[in-house]
């Protein structure tokens, strides 16, 4: 999956963007934490990070 298609995976899903600096920082209003995502849009994303997002974000693949 490419970071483009997880931002709309991540948006969806109810998570808002908060501009970093280096990363994007998604919040959600019913979590007390953010989830960091590179700004790559045309990168793929490796599995192991892919898997731990989407495990932080509440998402199944």
Do not use: C, N, Q
Request: charged content about 35%; cysteine-free.
């Amino acid at each position: 999956m490419k970071f483009s298609e997880f931002y709309k995976l991540i948006e969806a899903a109810g998570w808002t963007i908060k501009k970093g600096k280096k990363h994007h920082k998604y919040v959600h209003p019913d979590f007390d934490y953010f989830i960091p995502v590179g700004r790559h849009p045309s990168k793929e994303i490796p599995k192991g990070t892919l898997e731990s997002m989407m495990k932080d974000a509440g998402l199944k693949k």
